[in-house]
Nanobody
Framework: QVQLVESGGGLVQPGGSLRLSCAAS????????MGWYRQAPGKQRELVAD???????NYADSVKGRFTISRDNAKNTMYLQMNSLKPEDTAVYYC???????????????WGQGTQVTVSS
């Protein structure tokens, strides 16, 4: 029904920048909250940032001031601009779509396959 494909990961030096993209299929994108999560080896998956259908954003404290989440509903695409990258940002980054259902307060969640971000000197 919904497919999410991340791209833009790679190897970058500390202090460098990367821009991640998440392309979504289907027509549900524009009414869904989108989010970026990350998971480092041996650690739990954590929310990095999310953005509502109306454009309201939320960031983890660890990335505030460095990362910017955005979306382009016309392109069914979400972005994460990552600046001033640190080694502790190294993780697999996952795209998430939170889709409303016909039931108040009930949602369907979809995940991309992940893209590796490595920050190392």
């Amino acid at each position: 029904q919904v497919q999410l494909v991340e791209s833009g990961g790679g190897l970058v030096q500390p202090g460098g920048s990367l821009r991640l993209s998440c392309a979504a299929s289907g027509s549900i994108f524009s009414i869904s909250t989108m989010g970026w999560y990350r998971q480092a080896p041996g650690k739990q998956r954590e929310l990095v940032a999310d953005i509502t259908s109306g454009g309201s954003t939320n960031y983890a404290d660890s990335v505030k001031g460095r990362f910017t989440i955005s979306r382009d509903n016309a392109k069914n695409t979400m972005y994460l601009q990552m600046n001033s990258l640190k080694p502790e940002d190294t993780a697999v980054y996952y795209c998430n779509l939170k889709s409303p259902t016909g039931w108040t307060g009930r949602y369907q969640y979809y995940w991309g396959q992940g893209t590796q971000v490595t920050v190392s000197s």
